[in-house]
C-alpha cells in the first residue's frame, strides 16, 4: 500500500516529478556527452551521440511518467473531453443518435422495472427466502371435493397443481414443526361491506389464521396484529385494515386501533394497522381489511360453516410456511410427503390410488404468483419487442456512425501516420459511442419514469386499487447503466474496426473534405447489412404492432349481443348492507322503481350477475316449455332483451335473496326475444 | 513500452532491478553512473538501455526499495543521487539466493556432469 500511497503523492505534485525528470535526463545527456567528448568526438558529434544512445527522451519521459499517473484514466479523460467536443460539432448527429438510444433504452428499463416488481421482487418481510408456497398435484383432474377444480391449473411440469388446501391439511402442515418454524394461511373472502362512522364501502377482506402476520415476521404500522388468540371460535371479533384504508378512512394509521367498524353490519374492533410497504401474501389482491380466519363463522352465518373446518373434501386454506434455518424446501417437501400422501389417501377413499395429490414446497419469497401467472408472459413479450427496438436504435447508429466514419477517415488516417496505435484510436471512438449512450441513457431515465407510469396504467385495465409498486430502483437503474454501456460497445465496435482498417496512404491522399476517391469505403458492406436487418426488424415491429392495434380496436368494437349505448351497471348487496330475508325481494324491487321513475331513464333491470363479469351461474328456466340451462334475465331494450314481467311474484323465487345487479338502458323495446348466455 | 534493439547480451527481464540495487550496494549514485557501472563490471558484455534505465529507477523508488536525493554531483552539477533501502537490500538478498538457484539449475542442465 505503501507504493500505492507514493503514487498518489507522486501524482499530486506530478509537475514538479516531470520537472525534476527532465532535468536528471538532461543531466545524463550532458554527462554522456562530456565522455564522448572526452573520448575525442566534437562537440555536436558528442551531442548528437549521446542523444542516440538515450533514445527517444520523450519516450523515456512517457515511460517513466506512467509511474505517478494512472494513464488509462487520464487518457479516458481525454477522450471524453475529445468526444464532447465532437458531439457538440454535430449537434444533429448526436441529438439523434441520443434521442433514440433515449427511446430504446428508456422503454427496456421501463419494462424491466415492471418485471422487477412482478417477478422479481421478494415480499417486503423478513428474511423472505425462507417462505415456502405449500401446493398439491395431481396427475389428472380426476377428482372430487369441493373448490378442486377452480382453483387448480395446469402445471408446466404436468398434472395440475392447486394452492387451496382443506382445513385438516392446514392443521396436519402445523403439526410437522420439524422442518417449519410457522405455517400460516388465508382465505380471500371477497369484498366486504365495511362501515365507519356510518358511511360504508366495499372492502377486500381477507380471513387469516392466527400465525399469519407472526410468521411472515411483519411488524405493526400501528396498534398490534392478528396473533394466534385472536383466531378461534368464540375470540372478541377483531380486525387489522391496511396502511391505506387507514389514511383513507382514519385519517392516519394511528387513530386506527380501538376504532369500532361494522363488517356486513356486524361489529369488528379494529386492533392494527398493516405496514405501508405490505400488500398481502398476493400482491396481486391486496387486502384492505385481515379478519382472523374462525371470524368467517360470524361473517357467513351458514349453518355448515363449523364443518367446513373438519372437512377434508372442502379446500379453502392457502397455506405459506417459513423454514427452519438449514431445512430446504426440497427437504421440506421430503419430510411432509409421506404424511401428506397418507391424509389424503384416507381423506378420500374414492380416489384411485395413482390420482392420490402429492404435496409440493415451492419457493415463496415472492409470494403467491397470481400476478406472475397473469402478467410474466405479456411482460416477455414487451421485453422482447423492445428489446427488437433498442437493437433497432443501435442498428441504425452504428449505420450513422460508419457514414461520419467514412467523413472521418482523412482525421483517422493521419492519427494512424503520425504513430497513433490502433487500438488506441478504437478505445477513442468507443469512448465517443459509449458518451452518446450514456447521454441516451440519462434521457433514457426520464423516458422510463413515463412509460412505467404508462403501463402500469395499461396493466391496471381500469382496477382501481392496482397496486404494482413499480417504481425506478437501483435494480433499474444498474440496468439502465450496464444496456448504456453495452449499446455503446455495440453499435460502436464494428464502426470503429471498419474505420480503423482504412489504408493510411490513400485515404491522406483525398481531399480535406473526404470525398470518396475511385475505391468505395470498406464499411459499405457492413452498413448494407445494418440496413438491411433493420429495415426487417422495423417491418416486424410494424407489423406485430399493427396487429396490437387491430386486437385493441377489435376489443372495442366487439359485438356482444345486445345494445352497449348508454347503458349504465352498477353493483350492490342488500343482505351486506344490512337488509333482512323478508325485506329484501321489496328492497330490490322499490328500488327499480325508483330508478324507473327518474327522468331520462328508459328502463332499469336487475340481475344475479352483469351481463359481462368474471363467470355466472344460473339455474334453469323454462321458456314456451322447452329448458334453458344457465340462463340470465335483464332487460336492456333495443335489439337484445330478455324480459319478464313486472310484477314480483314472477321474480324467480331461488333468487331472491342474493345480491342483485340493476341495469337500466335507453334503447326501445321491441317485442320479446329470448336468448341464451353464459 | 521501449522496443530493445539487441544489445551485446540481452538482459534477462527482471534482471536489471537487480542489478541495479546491487550496484547501488557499494554507495550512493545517480543514474548515468550508474548505467556506467554495470557496463563496465560485465566488461561492456550487457548494456543497459537509457530508456527502461529510468522507469526501472522511478519503479524502485515507488516501491520503496531505493531513495532519491538531489545532491552535487563530482563536477559541481546537481544530480538526483539514489541509495539503497534497508528494504532494498532486503529485497537484493532474497533476489540474489533466486538468482542463484536458477543460475545453478541452468549451469548444471546445460552442461551435465558426463560432459564435462
Same mark, same amino acid.
Request: net charge positive.
Given at each position: 500500500m505503501t507504493s500505492l500511497f507514493r503514487k498518489f503523492t507522486w501524482w499530486l505534485q506530478r509537475r514538479r516529478k516531470d520537472e525534476e525528470l527532465r532535468e536528471e535526463l538532461q543531466f545524463h545527456l550532458a554527462n554522456e556527452a562530456d565522455e564522448r567528448r572526452a573520448d575525442g568526438l566534437t562537440e555536436d558529434q558528442a551531442r548528437w551521440a549521446a542523444h542516440r544512445e538515450l533514445g527517444n527522451v520523450t519516450r523515456v519521459r512517457e515511460d517513466t511518467r506512467m509511474l505517478w499517473s494512472w494513464v488509462l484514466l487520464e487518457q479516458l479523460a481525454q477522450d471524453v473531453r475529445y468526444g464532447l467536443r465532437t458531439m457538440a460539432a454535430n449537434k444533429t448527429f448526436s441529438a439523434m443518435a441520443i434521442l433514440s438510444l433515449a427511446l430504446g433504452i428508456g422503454a427496456n428499463t421501463a419494462i424491466f422495472s415492471l418485471m422487477d416488481s412482478i417477478l422479481l421482487r421478494s415480499l417486503p418481510v423478513p428474511d423472505p427466502q425462507s417462505l415456502v408456497i405449500l401446493s398439491w398435484r395431481t396427475p389428472s383432474r380426476n377428482m372430487h371435493g369441493t373448490n378442486r377444480h377452480n382453483n387448480s391449473f395446469n402445471d408446466p411440469n404436468g398434472g395440475f397443481i392447486g394452492g387451496f388446501f382443506a382445513y385438516p391439511a392446514f392443521e396436519l402442515f402445523r403439526k410437522n414443526d420439524s422442518v417449519f418454524s410457522s405455517v400460516f394461511g388465508y382465505q380471500g373472502a371477497g369484498d366486504l361491506n365495511l362501515t365507519f362512522r356510518g358511511q360504508a364501502e366495499l372492502a377486500k377482506t381477507e380471513y387469516v389464521s392466527g400465525d399469519y402476520f407472526l410468521g411472515l415476521g411483519i411488524p405493526p404500522a400501528a396498534g398490534r396484529l392478528i396473533a394466534s388468540d385472536d383466531d378461534r371460535a368464540g375470540a372478541p371479533a377483531t380486525a387489522v385494515i391496511s396502511f391505506a384504508l387507514s389514511q383513507r378512512r382514519f385519517g392516519g394509521p394511528e387513530n386506527a386501533p380501538g376504532q369500532s367498524i361494522l363488517i356486513n353490519n356486524l361489529p369488528f374492533t379494529v386492533i392494527g394497522v398493516a405496514p405501508p410497504e405490505f400488500l398481502g401474501a398476493d400482491p396481486d389482491r391486496p387486502p384492505d381489511v385481515y379478519v382472523p380466519m374462525h371470524a368467517n363463522l360470524l361473517l357467513e352465518a351458514r349453518d355448515y360453516l363449523a364443518e367446513t373446518y373438519l372437512d377434508p373434501m372442502y379446500d379453502w386454506v392457502v397455506p405459506m410456511a417459513r423454514l427452519r434455518p438449514g431445512v430446504s424446501a426440497m427437504q421440506a417437501q421430503a419430510a411432509l410427503a409421506g404424511p401428506f400422501h397418507e391424509w389424503a389417501r384416507t381423506a378420500d377413499p374414492k380416489r384411485q390410488p395413482e390420482d392420490v395429490p402429492t404435496l409440493v414446497v415451492r419457493e415463496g419469497a415472492g409470494g403467491l404468483d397470481g400476478l406472475r401467472r397473469r402478467y410474466s408472459k405479456p411482460l416477455y413479450l414487451l421485453l422482447a419487442l423492445v428489446g427488437l427496438i433498442l437493437s433497432i436504435a443501435c442498428a441504425n447508429i452504428a449505420n450513422l456512425l460508419l457514414a461520419r466514419a467514412a467523413a472521418r477517415r482523412r482525421e483517422i488516417a493521419l492519427r494512424l501516420s503520425l504513430g497513433a496505435g490502433r487500438l488506441r484510436i478504437i478505445r477513442q471512438l468507443l469512448t465517443e459511442s459509449v458518451l452518446l449512450a450514456v447521454f441516451g441513457g440519462m434521457l433514457g431515465v426520464a423516458f422510463a419514469v413515463w412509460g412505467i407510469r404508462f403501463l402500469t396504467l395499461l396493466l391496471a385495465n381500469g382496477r382501481e386499487n392496482f397496486t404494482l409498486g413499480a417504481e425506478l430502483n437501483w435494480h433499474a437503474l444498474t440496468v439502465v447503466g450496464a444496456l448504456s454501456l453495452l449499446t455503446g460497445m455495440l453499435f460502436g465496435l464494428a464502426p470503429a474496426l471498419q474505420s480503423t482498417r482504412a489504408d493510411v496512404v490513400p485515404a491522406l491522399k483525398e481531399s480535406r473534405t473526404g470525398e470518396a476517391s475511385g475505391r468505395r469505403f470498406r464499411g459499405l458492406g457492413l452498413s448494407r447489412i445494418l440496413m438491411v436487418s433493420q429495415i426487417a426488424f422495423t417491418l416486424l415491429m410494424l407489423v406485430a404492432a399493427g396487429l396490437f392495434v387491430r386486437t385493441l380496436s377489435n376489443l372495442g368494437a366487439?359485438?356482444?349481443?345486445?345494445? &352497449?349505448?348508454?347503458l349504465l351497471t352498477f353493483q350492490l348487496n342488500a343482505r351486506q348492507a344490512g337488509h333482512n330475508d323478508p325485506e329484501i325481494v321489496p328492497f330490490y324491487n322499490d328500488l327499480r322503481t325508483e330508478f324507473s321513475a327518474i *327522468?331520462?331513464? &328508459?328502463s332499469a333491470s336487475l340481475s344475479n350477475h352483469p351481463v359481462i363479469g368474471m363467470g355466472t351461474s344460473g339455474t334453469g328456466i323454462s321458456v314456451s316449455g322447452g329448458a334453458f340451462n344457465d340462463s340470465s334475465i335483464l332487460t336492456v331494450g333495443g335489439r337484445f332483451l330478455h324480459h319478464y314481467a !313486472?310484477? *314480483?311474484? !314472477?321474480? *324467480? &323465487?331461488? $333468487? $331472491?335473496a342474493r345480491p342483485a345487479r340493476l341495469a337500466h338502458g335507453c334503447g326501445r323495446e321491441r317485442g320479446v326475444r329470448q336468448k341464451r348466455f353464459r | 513500452m521501449a522496443q530493445k534493439p539487441p544489445s551485446r547480451v540481452e538482459l534477462l527481464r527482471g534482471t536489471l532491478d537487480l542489478l541495479i540495487l546491487r550496484t547501488l550496494l557499494s554507495g550512493p549514485s545517480h543514474g548515468h553512473a550508474i548505467a556506467k557501472h554495470i557496463q563496465r563490471t560485465s566488461e561492456d558484455l550487457l548494456q543497459v538501455e537509457t530508456g527502461s534505465l529510468y522507469p526501472a529507477l522511478y519503479r524502485l523508488e515507488a516501491k520503496g526499495w531505493v531513495a532519491a536525493s538531489w545532491e552535487l554531483s563530482e563536477k559541481g552539477k546537481r544530480a538526483r543521487y539514489y541509495r539503497i533501502t534497508p528494504q532494498g537490500r532486503k529485497q537484493l538478498a532474497s533476489e540474489q539466493s533466486k538468482w542463484d538457484a536458477f543460475a545453478r539449475a541452468m549451469g548444471l542442465l546445460l552442461k551435465p556432469a558426463d560432459e564435462s
Open positions: 366487439i359485438q356482444v349481443g345486445f345494445n &352497449r349505448e348508454n *327522468p331520462g331513464i &328508459r !313486472d310484477s *314480483p311474484a !314472477d321474480w *324467480p &323465487r331461488n $333468487r $331472491r | -
